[in-house]
């Protein structure tokens, strides 16, 4: 069976420090990636998908960039984080490429507080 | 582009029925899917509708009318675990990404 794997499950950083999120996909290959970012109470916002090894698209400019270095891994990093980049993080993926359904399949996320 | 609107927050009681609306706009529709995110969890994938009519698992249903770009999820002999926030989306033309809507808080009390 298919699992994903995301951590860490919290994380405190400082204003400016970087930062490093991974994600890692077993059970299935070459499954669309996706990182998402949810504030407090709100909704679902998409920041990078990538449909293949070094395939990234970025939905929102920001101070955030992907990483696809293996098939099955995902990496969300930041040179220098700001206050405006507490959120809860959501890594998911998904297989369903040809039907409509797009059933996407989430870590248990990363709630990042920056101070 | 794609936008999906839903009510902030809606409130039942336990046992009741509950409907969370969702209407659409998109550039190309290809289906209207359903998922739950309890608080501080991860969204889980509840249901999809393609086509026009009720698609019905368990206590839950989702409704479809294209014409209308509307749909809903309808919850049925609601539990106090069924408070949650729950979340439309719709897949775009490229089919690699979900666009969701603002999502509802469904409030269950006693």
């Known amino acids: 069976s298919q699992t994903i794997h995301q951590w860490p499950a919290t994380l405190v950083q400082p204003v400016g420090s970087p930062l490093s999120l991974e994600c890692t996909v077993e059970?299935?290959?070459?499954?669309?990636l996706y990182w998402y970012r949810q504030a407090a109470g709100r909704g679902l916002q998409l920041l990078f998908y990538?449909?293949?090894?070094?395939?990234i698209s970025s939905e929102v400019p920001q101070n955030l960039s992907a990483s696809r270095p293996q098939d099955r891994q995902f990496i969300l990093s930041s040179k220098k984080l700001l206050l405006s980049d507490s959120g809860f993080y959501l890594c998911?993926?998904?297989?369903?490429?040809?039907?409509?359904?797009?059933?996407?399949?989430f870590g248990a996320g990363t709630r990042l507080s920056v101070l | 582009g794609q936008s999906l609107e839903q009510p902030s927050e809606v409130t039942a009681v336990e046992g009741a029925i509950v409907q969370i609306n969702c209407t659409y706009q998109?550039?190309?529709?290809?289906?209207l899917s359903w998922y739950q995110q309890h608080d501080g969890g991860a969204p889980t994938f509840l249901s999809y509708?393609?086509?026009?009519g009720l698609e019905e698992t368990g206590r839950f249903s989702s409704f479809l009318s294209r014409s209308d770009s509307y749909g809903y999820l309808l919850l049925q002999e609601l539990q106090m675990k069924d408070s949650a926030s729950y979340f439309c989306?719709?897949?775009?033309?490229?089919?690699?990404?979900?666009?969701f809507g603002t999502g509802t808080r469904l409030l269950v009390s006693p």
């Open positions: 998911a993926w998904s297989v369903d490429r040809v039907s409509a359904k797009n059933i996407q399949y």
């Open positions: 059970g299935t290959s070459n499954p669309n």
């Open positions: 990538s449909v293949g090894i070094g395939q």
């Open positions: 998109t550039s190309g529709f290809y289906g």
């Open positions: 509708n393609a086509l026009d």
């Open positions: 989306a719709v897949r775009d033309r490229g089919f690699q990404k979900l666009v």
